[in-house]
């Protein structure tokens, strides 16, 4: 089986599509290295992670002939098409950025992943009117329509009118780095390395206003344990500098407030384990579900914001907050409970069994082969 996967966003982007892109990949390429999985991309962009992907004989990245002239139209239009059937694509698969118009019609093998339904993530609402626009014509020329929970699979079905027969869940899984051991020895290493306080709360993100990071802050000062800090991994932008920190002045906790601007990747997953707990003050959107997931495989403890899409990846391993006095009460409670911290990171370890790489690789390739062979019988 070869599978052709599209979009220069996609492709070479630093976005929560991209990233699932490159989880996708590599899980079908580590349990199902006899297909191939082919990127196309209507320009000859690199980066580092595209060229980790290429470390797998099984992936290709594919861009417009030298003599095609309008690269763009290539990737929207018939060309890309043309592209797949001389590479012996038998599936084409879409992510966020569309499927082509030449596949309207054509009887050609098509999935396509929806990551934020909405495109809540776009710049203004020109951009989100377009795309959604897009993905709306994307869902009718798709065979079958992935959603990554059970809520935006309801949004695809009342936003886009897609019948619930054709539009299925499948879960994202976790980095395979959060199963790396990390040596006692490493902590001590780390804290230092980073300049890390002796007992904090992990957020990891963007600093905007839309983070709830102002939630984050408040439950930090209603903590029964004063000597607890709260990291803040992230670059720095005007809303942390101007709203965050004058908070944090305000509520009197800036002795207790530290920002990272980086952890290298390699030394998250110990930092994660350093932590208390992995503090979550936004839930709405899928990256935020990442860290759930990422987290609870690291073996940290999970605080996040109530929402049935936290509920949905967190299940049993989290805790849970509405108010940010309510979050501080249980944390508070949790953290002063050995017996009650061990039953909830062993709760977290068993939910996040399911979202293995393995699982979401076998879940991808029934939907592939279904419709593969959906078009062999339609063909009979």
């Given at each position: 089986m070869v599978v052709g996967y599209g979009g220069h966003r996609v492709v070479v982007g630093n976005n929560d599509t991209s990233y699932y892109l490159r989880i996708l990949i590599k899980a079908l390429s580590t349990y199902y290295p006899s297909n191939y999985y082919i990127l196309y991309s209507p320009k000859k962009d690199s980066n580092k992670r595209v060229n980790a992907l290429l470390n797998d004989k099984s992936v290709r990245v594919k861009f417009p002939r030298t003599y095609v002239h309008n690269k763009r139209r290539?990737?929207?239009?018939?060309g890309i098409v043309k592209s797949a059937k001389a590479h012996g694509v038998n599936t084409f698969h879409g992510i966020d950025d569309g499927i082509a118009s030449g596949f309207a019609g054509s009887n050609f093998p098509t999935v396509f992943t929806m990551t934020d339904p909405l495109y809540k993530s776009a710049k203004g609402w020109m951009d989100r009117m377009l795309l959604q626009r897009r993905a709306r014509k994307a869902c009718k020329i798709a065979k079958r329509v992935i959603a990554l929970c059970e809520s935006d699979r309801q949004t695809i079905i009342d936003h886009y009118r897609v019948s619930p027969d054709n539009v299925e869940v499948v879960h994202p899984c976790y980095f395979q780095g959060c199963d790396e051991s990390v040596p006692e020895s490493m902590f001590e290493i780390l804290r230092e390395k980073y300049h890390l306080p002796e007992k904090f709360i992990l957020y990891k993100g963007r600093f905007e206003k839309e983070d709830n990071l102002k939630d984050a802050m408040q439950l930090l000062h209603e903590l029964r344990n004063r000597k607890i800090s709260v990291v803040m991994l992230g670059y720095r932008t005007d809303y942390f500098d101007h709203v965050v920190k004058e908070q944090a002045h305000d509520l009197h906790i800036f002795h207790r407030f530290k920002q990272v601007d980086k952890i290298h990747h390699s030394d998250l997953t110990a930092v994660c384990k350093m932590a208390k707990a992995v503090i979550i003050p936004n839930t709405d959107r899928i990256r935020d579900n990442y860290k759930i997931?990422?987290?609870?495989?690291?073996?940290?403890?999970?605080?996040?914001?109530?929402?049935?899409?936290?509920?949905?990846?967190?299940?049993?391993?989290?805790?849970?907050y509405d108010s940010f006095e309510d979050g501080a009460e249980k944390l508070s409670d949790v953290l002063e409970d050995e017996t009650m911290k061990a039953n909830l990171l062993k709760a977290a370890r068993e939910n996040s069994e399911r979202f293995t790489s393995k699982i979401l690789a076998d879940n991808m390739i029934h939907i592939y082969r279904s419709v593969l062979m959906h078009r062999r019988l339609f063909q009979k």
């Open positions: 290539w990737y929207t239009g018939a997931i990422n987290a609870q495989r690291s073996g940290a403890l999970v605080i996040c914001k109530d929402s049935a899409k936290a509920r949905e990846f967190g299940g049993d391993g989290a805790i849970y």
